[in-house]
Every structure is written in C-alpha cells, then in structure tokens.
C-alpha cells in the first residue's frame, strides 16, 4: 500500500503544528520520522492514524483520497499506530485485550483465539502468554502485543512512536528485527518516530526530518550524521565538554549492602562516591541498579551492610514510643489468659468469656490505632533524613511517584522548598518557581497542571523542583523523552552543581549517554555490580559485553 | 434446629436476598461500564413507592371493573420502576458526560432528595395492603431436597434475579459487547481508539444497571415486604453499594456477598436471642466487621506473598481470584476530541 501525505496542515490556536507537509510512503521501506520535541512528528502521526483530523491537506491511499473520522477507521483502511504508552486495557488479560473490538461475534473465542494468538506470536518471534493479565508484562511486551494485534487486524502501514523508550536492549533487538522482517519481507511499511539518531541509522531506508512543524527534507540512510543532525536542529551541535574531575571528600560510602526483594537479590555491594563525581550505573533493567538507588534514598531497606551520606546512616529514626503497638497485643493476651484462668476455675460462664474477649478486642484494637498513629507521627522515615542531608531522589516514573497529578508547578514549588511555614506564601513561591522555569525552560507556567504538561515538560519540571545546594542527586532516566538540546541543557546545569560540590548518581539505558556524562559507569547484571569502570577507559562495545554479564 | 429447619432458613436467607442481589447486580454492571451510580439509596425507594403506588391504583382499577388477579397491576408497577431507576441513572450519566459534574457528587444529592421525594409523594400509601408476587414453586425441581426448597420454592421475581445474575456474568466475560463495556470502564481512551463510542456504551449499560436498581426498590414493596413505607428500605441502597466493592465488581461473586449477608444478619437476630445480656450493636456490626476482615485478608501483601510459595501451575487462577480492583476509569468522564 502507498501512502502519500499532500500538504498536510494542523493549526492549533496560533500554533502551525503541522505546516504543509507533503510526504509518501512506499511498501516494503521502513522509514524514519525525525524532529526535536515539539517538531511536529506526533501531530502529523496522529493525522495519519484516524486519531485526529488535519486542519486542511490529504491522505491518499493508493492514489485514493481518503478521511478517517476515528482510529480504527484508519485501522480498517489498513493504518495501525502503537503509541508510546500503548493504547491497551492494564487490567485485562492479553487474550481479552487482543480480541476486545477485534471482531463482531457475540460469544468471545477465549481459547480458540488463545492458540492462534500464540502462533501469530511465534511467527514473528515473540513469546506472549494470553492468560497473562497486561499490568503484569513489561512496556516491552505490551508493545509486542499491541503491534501483533496491529498486525492481525491487517495493517499494512504501522506507525510506531519512540517504541525503544523504556523497554530493554533485548526487546529492541526483537523489536527491530521484526521490522525488517515486516518490511523486506512481508512488505509492509513501517514508519518510526523518533528523535534518537542512532536509531534511525540503524534501522531505516529513508528518514523524514521534521523542524517547526515543517518537513526540512528526505535523507536516505545510512548517510553521514552530521546531515541528519544539521537538517534536525540547522546547525551541528557540540558535544558538551565534560570538566575534568578532581577527587575530593567522600559524599557517600556504601558498605558490602545487601538488598533483598522476594524478585531480585543484590548482593555485597561496596563503593564510594566524592564531592562533584557522576555516577552511572548500567545495565539490564531490572538489574539491581534501581533498588541499589531506591536503596541510598532510603525508600526500601537493606537486609545487611549500610550506606552512608556525609558519614552518617540513612537509616530514619525510631519513634520512641515505638513498643506501643506491641503494648497492644500484650493486652490482649495477658487480658485472654486472665479470662481463661477465670473460666476454669468457673468463675464465669461462655457468655461472658464471649464477650471479654470482645471487649479486650476492643480496648487493644483502640490502643493499637492510638500507638500506631502516635508512633507514625514521631518517627522520621529513612527517605526524609536522606532528604534532610542534602539528598535528592528523580524517579523514572513522572506522575506516579515524582510528581502529583493534579497540582501545579507552584504548587509543587511550594511542597519541594526546604523551608516550611505554616500560611503559605504564593508569591514567593509563583516567583521562585517562575525563575526555575526559566533556567530548565519548561515550556509551562507557573499555574500549569503538571498532568497537563508533556513527558518531556515533565522530566524537566522535576529537575526544576530540585534545590539547591544538595549533596548528592540520584536520577532514574534524567533525559529520558528528551531531544539532544534538551539533554544537552540539563546536563549543563547539572555540570554547574558539579562545580560546587554536588555528586551524581543516574541510571540510564542510554550507553552514549553514560559514557559521556559519566566519571566513573558501575555495571549491574542480574543483581551483581560486576564492575566499575572508567567513563574514559571503556567503550559502547566494552559495555554492552558487561551488561550481558561478562567481565573484560 | 434440626435438618428442616436449617434448610427453611437458608430458603427464607436466599429470598430475602434476592432484591439485594438484583441491586447488587445492577449497580456492577453500571459500574463496570466506568459510571458510578451513587444515589442507590434515593433511587430504590422512590422506586419502591412508584412501583407500588402505580401497582395499587391499577390493581383498585381493574377490581372495580370486576377482573380479578396480580398480573397486570404487578407488570405495571415493575415496569414503573424500572422506569425510574433508569431515568435517575441516566441523570447521573447524563450530568457526568454532558454536564461534566462530577458523579459522586450528583449520586449523594440525588440520594438525599430522593428519599425525601419518596416519603413526600407515597405519605398517603404508607402501610396499605396491595398486591404481592404470588409463590410458584418450580413443580419436580423444588421436589429436590435440600436443594429443592432452598432455590425452587420461591416466585418468579427470584428466579428471574438467579437468571440475571448469571446472564450478567456471561455477558461480562464470554461476549464481545461484554468485553467492549468492561474495556470502556477501565480504559476509555483506549476503547476510543477501537472504534468504541464510549460514551453511548456507557449511557446504555447505566441505564440497564439503574433499571435493575429499579425493579430491586419494587420487589422491597411489591414481593418480600408487603406495601410501601419509607422505612422499608431505608440503608439498603449503601449495603448494596457495599456488597458491589466486596463482590470485586463481578456479578457472582456480589451475588454471593448478598447471601453471605443475609446469613450473618440471620445469625446475628439467633445470637441476639440466644444472649440478651449482650448490646445488640454488637452483633448487628457483626457483618460488617466481617466483611471488613475478608477485604484486609484479600488486599494484604501477606496473601500475594503466599500466592509466590503456591505451585506454579496454581498461581494464575488464585491470583485471579483474589484480583479485587474498581473498574480504572470508575466515575471519571471521558472527553473525546
């Protein structure tokens, strides 16, 4: 099937997403969309799949003009989208998902189509359990599921949205030799959207290059990637000097920790972090190198061994009226053994054996509630000490657990700011909050929504959120969703507070990103820090041997 | 109490469950479809006393034309208020989806001028006699026993409630237009993307749940309790939004709730008699306590610990089992652009 795009144009307020776009899609090509955040590719992506109308311009399929009122009239026209987050129901099992609209039998075939999902998946090498329920499979499968569902129903042209964003090294191996598979074989044509270069290299015949809403040209690949970098962004950008790093103090010590999940044990970890020294950690997800951080900032315990900040423990406080809930249950039962001396010795009768031990049920269960409430109030949680010292923790995960839904940047600002007053003061912090936005340019203000803003906005209102002076950052994915700019610009301010003092820790599934920003990369494999290396002494290749367990 | 009188009280447990149940299964199919229908309380009394009202004047009607018999009077009070748990439902789903009001909140005024409504309009029909669901034992069925007269013994309203019951959960989880409805609950955005009008799925089921409601308001005046008073079934309405979140939004498992309920009501009115020393709050919070615990049981982590130590083969089907989860989208509007 061909596609052709004829002047394709989306107008959102005075904002020109799309601008007159003119693009064809040959069969049997996987070809590449490339832009910046905010370039326009989602948009005309999203023309394209049904999902909304474009302000004027045309799609002709096979020389036929068409319009699609809804996604799956673009489905039915033979289009299929997997977008980033994929569009799938969480709580449902796989096999429900993939036959939910698929057809329009009134009796599901739960098991019929269960076996033919499960030979549909060995066709294109993916292995898919349909009893499984979504919310149990990594972003990775789910996108495996959504694209065979895709496929079943017949599309011939699939668009896919930054699909390598959070899923393994592996599940990208599969996923884009399934695409060439689709395409130089079965015919097909893939489209891949994406801002990471390397990708479209690897991958693509031809790449699309999208700036501002305008389709700065085609390119065919492979072709040299200073081009590609001079269409996306007009000019060649420099690589970020990394300043040279200076042993200074210790800021944080870990010593032979253990963690234990009832998933994954890390094991005797040992190493130490200085003033102004960046950190990486690398490997599969799912490695140990998150809990090992989740670790340091306190939210999850270790089962030996301790981490120390500033030479202090991360370890909370202890309320000290801590026995309180205990005191509970031993009311009870001494209150249980008094009632069954005093029946044996016939004392009193069932009925009131029944109801004492009732009311003793009553009395500890109250001071049960009183001593753990008072107990939660007078205690310090791990992560506020962490805090407390000068530490900071960004989470991979934006809305779940490093920003709330709901709330807008200022009043984040007014949550993140170190100092607590009891009436808030609004326009300190609208102030405070505007000047950060600045400095990370969030494209938002400071009454913005943080579930309003994009991934990316998000990532960076996060790194906004963050004060200064701190000790120690630890960062989940810091540019994840991020263009080279963007990236380029944190890792600016980061290099800043490097300067005074500030130590890192990230981890990334981005080895470009590691071996440049890093001093030192520690390797993590199936729980075990296999190795930490120079930044400067290692290679992509040297990496990719060690993240598969290998020592070099 | 021997054998016969067991099996007479669970029979009389299951009837009187019966409206309960028909609430219960409602209100999981409202919910289910991402609505919650909130004002249950208001709705099944103003029901009960339509239903009834519309039933009594019929039946005073046919008499004086001289035609005797329950059925046209009974199908037309039924009917009624079917009606008008379908219509309040719609109010809410109409508020949430046009309005863009926030359910929860439509559901509670709705609840508390609902009930005053219904005691204003039905305060000349209180304590009448009217007409009732005559007993039909299912002939060579209730001759079972045991079996026999704990669920063949009974009227056609009660069958029809088992039938629903299971019609409900057939639909819910072996048919397409089943599927659709749950996808719509729990990811609207998603079911969009599928070509599913979300919101015309959603108009539908709350309106085929809110007439359950409907029919469940009448059998408390027209079946299981005789005539209309306020006090009837005044509370019943939050029972039953209770029992739909310890049914885990699925229609047997609520259905089973309602039962459950009604044996520990009954057991709670035996111990009462059996020990008049004690208060008698103590026992009627007996149910809820209970109810309470099997929740903490089945949420902890401690159970889903445990699921990790059962054979591998038995660790999908108890997890299921124990997947008690809202509907994701449950009571949020859906705005396609």
Known sequence: MRVELQEIRKIFGDVRANDGIDLTFEPGKIYGLLGENGAGKSTLMKILSGYQPPTSGQILLDGQPISFS??????????????????????????????????????????????????????????????????????????????????????????????????????????????????????????????????????????????????????DIPCPTSILVRMMFGEEIPRSEQPAFEEGPVVLQINDACIHTYRLAVEHIEFEVHEGEVIGFAGLEGSGQGLLLRACAGLIPLRSGEILLDGKPVKGKRSPVFWLPYLAYAVFIVRLIWLLVELILGRIRGVQLAGGIVVALLLSGAIWLVGTIIESWTSVAPYHEFYAQGGAFVPAGRLDEGLVAGLSLTEHMILAAPEHSFMVNWNAAREEIQKRINQVNVVGRPESDVAELSGGNQQRAMIALLNAPLRLIMLEHPTRGLDVTSANHIWGLFQQRRREGTAFMFISADL????????????????????????????????????????? | MNDTQLVRMLALIIAQSAPLMLAVTGETITERGGVINLSLDGSMLIAAMGGFVVAYKIDLLLQAAGISGNFFPLMAGFSTAALIGMLVALLIAWGSIRLKQDQVAIGFVLTLLLADVANFLGQDYTRLPGPRVKHLPIPLLSEIPILGPMFFNHDLLIYLTFAIVGIAWFWMFRTQPGLRMRGVGERPESAF???????????????????????????????????????????????????????????????????????????????????????????????????????????????RRLIDYA?????????????????QALGTAFVDD
């Not at chain 1, 190795?531 to 290679?539: F, G, P």
């Not at chain 2, 229609?251 to 059996?274: D, F, S, V």
Request: aromatic residues 6%; glycine residues 10%; contains cysteine.
């Open chain 1, 70 to 219: 809804a996604p799956d009239d673009a489905l039915n026209a033979g289009i299929g989208m997997l977008y980033q987050s994929p569009l799938d129901f969480p709580p449902l099992q796989v096999i429900e998902n993939h036959l939910l609209a698929y057809d329009n039998r009134l009796i599901l075939k739960l098991e019929d189509g269960s076996e033919e999902l499960k030979a549909y998946a060995r066709r294109f090498g993916f292995e898919i359990d349909p009893e499984r329920y979504v919310d149990t499979l990594t972003l990775g499968e789910r996108q495996q599921m959504e694209l065979l569902r895709l496929l079943a129903l017949g599309a011939e042209l699939l668009i896919l949205d930054e699909p390598t964003t959070g899923i393994s090294a592996e599940q990208k191996e599969v996923l884009f030799s399934t695409m060439r598979r689709l395409a130089h074989d079965e015919n097909k044509t893939i489209v891949l959207v994406s801002h990471k270069l390397e990708e479209v290299q690897e991958l693509c015949d031809q790449v699309a290059v999208l700036r501002q809403g305008k389709l700065i040209g085609t390119q």
């Open chain 1, 512 to 552: 470009d990103e590691l071996l440049e920003r890093s001093d030192r990369i520690a390797v993590f494999s199936g729980g075990r820090l296999i190795q930490i290396v120079r930044a400067s002494d290692t290679s992509v290749e040297e990496l990719g041997y060690m993240i598969g367990g290998e020592q070099v």
């Open chain 2, 193 to 303: 993307a599928r070509g599913i009008g979300v919101n015309r799925v959603r108009y539908l089921y709350t309106a085929l749940g809110g007439a359950l409601v409907g029919i469940s308001g009448a059998a408390y005046s027209l079946d299981i309790k005789l005539g209309w008073s306020d006090n009837h079934i005044l509370g019943i309405g939050w029972i039953a939004l209770a029992i739909v979140i310890f049914g885990g939004w699925r229609p047997i498992r609520g259905a089973l709730g309602t039962i459950l309920y009604g044996i520990t009501k009954a057991l709670a009115q035996k111990l009462q008699t059996t020990f008049p020393q004690v208060p008698v709050v103590l026992f009627n919070s007996l149910q809820w306590l209970l109810m309470l615990g099997v929740l903490l049981l089945v949420g902890s982590s401690g159970i």
């Open chain 2, 311 to 327: 054979p591998a083969r038995l660790q999908q089907p108890l997890a299921q089992a124990l997947r008690v989860a809202p509907p």
